[in-house]
Protein backbone atom coordinates (compact mmCIF):
# COMPACT_ATOMS: atom_id res chain seq x y z
CA UNK A 1 0.00 0.00 0.00
CA UNK A 2 1.26 3.35 -1.42
CA UNK A 3 2.09 5.41 2.03
CA UNK A 4 1.24 9.69 1.72
CA UNK A 5 4.02 11.26 1.79
CA UNK A 6 4.46 15.32 1.68
CA UNK A 7 5.26 17.02 -1.69
CA UNK A 8 7.98 18.52 -1.10
CA UNK A 9 7.92 22.75 -1.84
CA UNK A 10 10.50 22.81 -4.04
CA UNK A 11 9.21 20.69 -6.47
CA UNK A 12 5.68 22.57 -6.86
CA UNK A 13 4.89 25.04 -9.55
CA UNK A 14 5.41 28.37 -8.74
CA UNK A 15 2.81 30.06 -8.12
CA UNK A 16 2.18 33.84 -10.16
CA UNK A 17 3.10 36.33 -8.28
CA UNK A 18 0.68 38.90 -6.78
CA UNK A 19 2.89 42.18 -7.51
CA UNK A 20 2.69 41.23 -11.19
CA UNK A 21 -1.01 40.82 -11.38
CA UNK A 22 -1.13 44.56 -9.49
CA UNK A 23 1.34 46.24 -11.86
CA UNK A 24 -0.95 44.83 -15.17
CA UNK A 25 -4.05 46.01 -13.46
CA UNK A 26 -2.48 49.27 -12.47
CA UNK A 27 -0.80 49.46 -16.52
CA UNK A 28 -4.27 48.82 -17.82
CA UNK A 29 -6.20 51.45 -15.39
CA UNK A 30 -3.49 54.33 -16.54
CA UNK A 31 -3.88 53.44 -20.41
CA UNK A 32 -8.04 53.67 -19.95
CA UNK A 33 -7.55 56.80 -18.22
CA UNK A 34 -5.09 57.96 -20.56
CA UNK A 35 -7.63 56.89 -23.53
CA UNK A 36 -10.45 58.47 -22.09
CA UNK A 37 -9.10 61.88 -21.26
CA UNK A 38 -8.17 61.81 -24.88
CA UNK A 39 -11.33 61.10 -26.01
CA UNK A 40 -12.98 63.40 -23.89
CA UNK A 41 -10.48 66.56 -24.86
CA UNK A 42 -11.06 65.48 -28.93
CA UNK A 43 -14.81 65.99 -27.61
CA UNK A 44 -14.30 69.47 -25.86
CA UNK A 45 -12.72 71.02 -28.86
CA UNK A 46 -15.01 69.67 -31.81
CA UNK A 47 -17.77 71.93 -29.33
CA UNK A 48 -15.79 74.19 -28.20
CA UNK A 49 -13.36 76.92 -28.34
CA UNK A 50 -11.19 79.24 -25.83
CA UNK A 51 -10.50 82.62 -26.81
CA UNK A 52 -8.05 85.29 -24.44
CA UNK A 53 -9.87 88.84 -24.81
CA UNK A 54 -6.42 90.96 -25.79
CA UNK A 55 -7.28 94.64 -25.75
CA UNK A 56 -10.10 96.90 -24.49
CA UNK A 57 -12.12 96.75 -27.31
CA UNK A 58 -15.25 94.89 -25.51
CA UNK A 59 -15.18 96.97 -22.68
CA UNK A 60 -17.18 97.73 -20.52
CA UNK A 61 -18.39 94.46 -20.92
CA UNK A 62 -15.31 92.17 -21.56
CA UNK A 63 -11.98 92.71 -20.04
CA UNK A 64 -8.79 92.47 -21.25
CA UNK A 65 -7.26 88.80 -20.33
CA UNK A 66 -10.14 87.87 -19.42
CA UNK A 67 -10.29 84.39 -21.08
CA UNK A 68 -13.67 82.71 -22.60
CA UNK A 69 -15.60 80.02 -23.93
CA UNK A 70 -17.11 79.78 -27.19
CA UNK A 71 -19.46 77.27 -28.55
CA UNK A 72 -18.45 75.67 -32.02
CA UNK A 73 -22.37 74.31 -32.68
CA UNK A 74 -23.62 77.53 -32.10
CA UNK A 75 -24.18 78.50 -35.65
CA UNK A 76 -24.20 75.00 -37.05
CA UNK A 77 -27.39 74.78 -35.16
CA UNK A 78 -28.70 78.55 -35.96
CA UNK A 79 -27.50 82.00 -36.87
CA UNK A 80 -26.09 85.10 -35.65
CA UNK A 81 -28.24 87.44 -34.45
CA UNK A 82 -28.21 90.96 -33.53
CA UNK A 83 -26.24 91.17 -30.37
CA UNK A 84 -24.68 88.25 -30.57
CA UNK A 85 -20.76 87.91 -29.37
CA UNK A 86 -18.89 85.89 -31.86
CA UNK A 87 -15.63 84.81 -32.46
CA UNK A 88 -13.94 84.63 -35.53
CA UNK A 89 -11.11 84.47 -37.71
CA UNK A 90 -9.96 88.20 -38.66
CA UNK A 91 -10.53 88.62 -42.59
CA UNK A 92 -7.08 90.58 -43.16
CA UNK A 93 -4.72 87.55 -41.20
CA UNK A 94 -7.08 84.85 -40.86
CA UNK A 95 -4.27 83.17 -38.70
CA UNK A 96 -5.55 86.36 -35.60
CA UNK A 97 -8.94 85.40 -34.03
CA UNK A 98 -11.36 88.43 -33.06
CA UNK A 99 -14.20 88.94 -30.45
CA UNK A 100 -17.01 91.17 -31.03
CA UNK A 101 -20.46 91.97 -31.54
CA UNK A 102 -22.63 91.49 -34.44
CA UNK A 103 -24.43 94.72 -35.14
CA UNK A 104 -25.32 93.97 -38.74
CA UNK A 105 -26.65 91.17 -40.44
CA UNK A 106 -26.52 90.17 -44.21
CA UNK A 107 -28.41 93.01 -46.48
CA UNK A 108 -29.17 95.51 -43.73
CA UNK A 109 -27.86 98.47 -44.06
CA UNK A 110 -25.81 99.99 -40.71
CA UNK A 111 -25.64 103.80 -40.40
CA UNK A 112 -23.82 105.51 -37.60
CA UNK A 113 -24.57 109.24 -37.02
CA UNK A 114 -23.89 111.35 -33.99
CA UNK A 115 -23.02 108.68 -31.47
CA UNK A 116 -26.60 106.62 -32.94
CA UNK A 117 -26.49 102.98 -34.71
CA UNK A 118 -28.98 102.59 -37.28
CA UNK A 119 -30.27 99.55 -38.91
CA UNK A 120 -32.16 99.62 -42.37
CA UNK A 121 -33.16 103.05 -40.59
CA UNK A 122 -34.36 101.85 -37.34
CA UNK A 123 -32.37 102.88 -33.98
CA UNK A 124 -30.65 100.02 -32.36
CA UNK A 125 -31.00 99.54 -29.14
CA UNK A 126 -27.69 99.14 -27.34
CA UNK A 127 -27.68 98.79 -23.16
CA UNK A 128 -24.36 96.98 -23.73
CA UNK A 129 -22.55 100.09 -24.53
CA UNK A 130 -21.00 102.71 -22.19
CA UNK A 131 -19.82 105.43 -24.92
CA UNK A 132 -21.48 106.31 -28.01
CA UNK A 133 -19.04 106.12 -30.72
CA UNK A 134 -17.67 109.37 -31.91
CA UNK A 135 -17.85 108.40 -35.91
CA UNK A 136 -20.19 108.77 -38.45
CA UNK A 137 -20.32 106.42 -41.92
CA UNK A 138 -22.88 104.17 -43.91
CA UNK A 139 -21.83 100.57 -44.96
CA UNK A 140 -23.97 97.80 -46.77
CA UNK A 141 -23.53 94.42 -44.93
CA UNK A 142 -23.41 91.78 -47.93
CA UNK A 143 -25.21 88.53 -48.25
CA UNK A 144 -22.96 85.53 -46.27
CA UNK A 145 -21.49 88.35 -43.83
CA UNK A 146 -21.60 90.56 -41.09
CA UNK A 147 -20.86 93.43 -39.40
CA UNK A 148 -19.49 93.22 -36.26
CA UNK A 149 -18.03 96.68 -33.73
CA UNK A 150 -16.23 96.11 -30.39
CA UNK A 151 -18.50 97.66 -27.18
CA UNK A 152 -15.96 100.11 -26.91
CA UNK A 153 -16.79 101.81 -29.80
CA UNK A 154 -14.15 104.38 -29.92
CA UNK A 155 -11.59 102.05 -29.29
CA UNK A 156 -11.93 98.92 -31.08
CA UNK A 157 -11.10 97.90 -34.66
CA UNK A 158 -13.69 96.25 -36.37
CA UNK A 159 -16.18 96.42 -39.45
CA UNK A 160 -16.28 100.08 -39.39
CA UNK A 161 -12.43 100.48 -40.37
CA UNK A 162 -11.75 96.80 -42.30
CA UNK A 163 -15.28 95.84 -43.36
CA UNK A 164 -17.38 92.69 -42.83
CA UNK A 165 -16.95 89.27 -41.62
CA UNK A 166 -17.50 86.41 -44.01
CA UNK A 167 -19.88 83.73 -42.22
CA UNK A 168 -17.64 81.28 -43.05
CA UNK A 169 -15.11 83.12 -40.93
CA UNK A 170 -17.33 82.59 -37.58
CA UNK A 171 -16.13 80.10 -34.88
CA UNK A 172 -18.93 80.58 -32.82
CA UNK A 173 -20.83 82.09 -30.20
CA UNK A 174 -19.20 83.48 -27.03
CA UNK A 175 -20.77 81.99 -23.97
CA UNK A 176 -18.68 81.97 -20.59
CA UNK A 177 -15.44 83.86 -19.23
CA UNK A 178 -14.10 81.45 -17.27
CA UNK A 179 -11.12 83.14 -16.24
CA UNK A 180 -10.09 84.40 -13.95
CA UNK A 181 -12.50 83.03 -11.44
CA UNK A 182 -13.77 86.10 -10.03
CA UNK A 183 -14.85 87.30 -13.28
CA UNK A 184 -16.42 83.61 -14.20
CA UNK A 185 -20.11 84.28 -15.68
CA UNK A 186 -21.83 84.39 -18.91
CA UNK A 187 -21.28 86.25 -21.70
CA UNK A 188 -23.79 89.36 -22.27
CA UNK A 189 -26.11 88.88 -25.56
CA UNK A 190 -28.50 91.91 -25.84
CA UNK A 191 -31.86 90.09 -26.96
CA UNK A 192 -32.75 93.69 -26.80
CA UNK A 193 -30.46 94.81 -30.08
CA UNK A 194 -32.55 92.34 -31.70
CA UNK A 195 -35.89 94.48 -32.03
CA UNK A 196 -34.29 96.23 -35.16
CA UNK A 197 -35.56 95.05 -38.22
Do not use: C
Request: hydrophobic residues 40%; aromatic residues 10%; negative net charge.
Amino acid sequence: MDSLQPENPETQPAETKPETSSLMKFLVDTLETLVLAVVVFVIINAVSARIRVDGPSMQPNLMSGQYVIVNKLAYRLGKPARGDVIMFYFPRNPLEEYIKRVVGLPGDKVTIENGVVYINGEVLDEPYLDQSPLYNGSWMVPEGHLFVLGDNRNDSSDSHNWGTVPLSYVIGKAVLVYWPPTDWGAVGHAAAANHAP
